[in-house]
């Protein structure tokens, strides 16, 4: 699948059949994630993998926009770090459009849980606490959000577009 494609094909799933992912399959999916660009090259973001499907199911409760973690049949959480590079969350958001468009290219679905709350502190905290305590990712780590994936069950929906026009631009605003 070339990468137009992939984009063109993505689309936020949230209903997953419950069928096993080959690990072959997250591998390339998590290489991908590794390969994406970060500023100045700074390892300011890392990946946890989970298949489990208890961390799953206690994942679905950090935050109240993740219940399709309980049909997901993997995850990957990114992590932010501040301490390695002041692009953390550009870094972390980056790998996660990878993370996505490589998940299409296998011929799953994918849904993207925002975990950290930039503008909500005591909320951010409260998400970030849970994932902490199902994973144990560190505190000084910032938990930027859950990938879940799974093979797509159902028909998905033709995705509402604003126009183009009104997005985007050329030489000037
Ligand atoms: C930064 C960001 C945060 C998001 N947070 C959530 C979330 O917490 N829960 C959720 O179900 N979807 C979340 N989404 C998915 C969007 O709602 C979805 O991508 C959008 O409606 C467009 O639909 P599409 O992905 O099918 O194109 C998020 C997407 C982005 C890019």
């Not at 290489?31 to 890392?46: C, D, F, Q, W």
């Not at 770090?81 to 011929?107: F, H, M, N, T």
Request: glycine content about 6%.
């Amino acid at each position: 699948m070339n990468v137009l494609d992939a984009i063109r094909n993505r689309r936020e799933i949230t209903k997953f059949l419950d069928e096993e992912i080959p690990a072959d399959t997250l591998e390339k999916i998590l290489e991908a994630a590794y390969m994406s660009p970060s500023g100045n090259n700074l390892p300011s973001r890392e990946f946890l993998l989970t298949v489990q499907r208890e961390k799953l199911d206690q994942l679905s409760h950090a935050t109240p926009f993740v219940p399709w973690l309980k049909e997901a049949t993997a995850a990957i959480v990114v992590t932010g770090r501040p301490d390695v590079s002041k692009y953390w969350l550009q870094d972390a958001s980056i790998a996660c459009g990878y993370i996505w468009l490589s998940a299409v290219e296998q011929g799953l679905g994918a849904a993207f849980g925002a975990i950290y709350h930039a503008e909500d502190p005591a909320e951010s905290t409260k998400r970030e606490t849970l994932v902490r305590e199902v994973t144990g990712i560190p505190e000084d780590r910032k938990i930027v959000a859950i990938i879940g994936m799974g093979y797509p069950k159902g028909e998905v929906k033709p995705k509402k577009l604003l126009s183009r026009e009104e997005i985007v631009y050329y030489e000037n605003f």
